[in-house]
T-cell receptor, first 112, second 111 residues
Framework: GAGVSQTPSNKVTEKGKYVELRCDPISGHTALYWYRQSLGQGPEFLIYFQGTGAADDSGLPNDRFFAVRPEGSVSTLKIQRTERGDSAVYLC??????????FGPGTRLTVL | KNEVEQSPQNLTAQEGEFITINCSYSVGISALHWLQQHPGGGIVSLFMLSSGKKKHGRLIATINIQEKHSSLHITASHPRDSAVYICAVPPSQGGSEKLVFGKGTKLTVNP
């Protein structure tokens, strides 16, 4: 049984570039979450999808960040005009409604 | 907003020792999560519990809803248990998404 997968596992980019981070949730999980974890900190909530719609995007830091989940399964987190402060591990998790969240391995983003 | 405090921040133990990691939160919740994070960032969900105690192998998690406190215990610790252990709770009673995380407890078990 496949768990939550995230690609790429590592991404190094230059300041100002655009990046896309992908999350494949567990099949059948309707809820999908994106979190960001900076060095030495616990993860922080970014956005939560229930099905195809973003039920809560209050954690997105600014309008450079955007996420989609067009078919209710795979989700893509998009970051425009990356800044050095965007460097972090981006974590994705999925769950069935009210169930335990299963986390992916994360994507480590480094903005030079 | 729920505030989550974990203690200790760092813990070093010798193989075989009994380990306790504590988590306190400020707002009543429906369930609490214990997570394990190894170097490299991947997170594994260990427990989700809403009352009492749960056990899985050498790991035991307890929660006291009235005290707003949970503990994670590791019996007969082993170097492979070395990781960061994170407590996470929903922002309020009834909320299951949008978890609020503690900063984690870094555990190092020496052989």
């Amino acid at each position: 049984g496949a768990g939550v997968s995230q690609t790429p596992s590592n991404k190094v980019t230059e300041k100002g570039k655009y990046v896309e981070l992908r999350c494949d949730p567990i099949s059948g999980h309707t809820a999908l979450y994106w979190y960001r974890q900076s060095l030495g900190q616990g993860p922080e909530f970014l956005i939560y999808f229930q099905g195809t719609g973003a039920a809560d995007d209050s954690g997105l830091p600014n309008d450079r960040f955007f996420a989609v989940r067009p078919e209710g399964s795979v989700s893509t987190l998009k970051i425009q005009r990356t800044e050095r402060g965007d460097s972090a591990v981006y974590l994705c998790a999925s769950s069935s409604t009210g169930g335990r969240a299963f986390f992916g391995p994360g994507t480590r983003l480094t903005v030079l | 907003k729920n505030e989550v405090e974990q203690s200790p921040q760092n813990l070093t133990a010798q193989e075989g020792e009994f380990i306790t990691i504590n988590c306190s939160y400020s707002v009543g919740i429906s369930a609490l999560h214990w997570l394990q994070q190894h170097p490299g960032g991947g997170i594994v969900s260990l427990f989700m519990l809403s009352s009492g105690k749960k056990k899985h192998g050498r790991l035991i998690a307890t929660i006291n809803i009235q005290e707003k406190h949970s503990s994670l215990h590791i019996t007969a610790s082993h170097p492979r248990d070395s990781a960061v252990y994170i407590c996470a709770v929903p922002p309020s009673q009834g909320g299951s998404e949008k978890l609020v995380f503690g900063k984690g407890t870094k555990l190092t078990v020496n052989p």
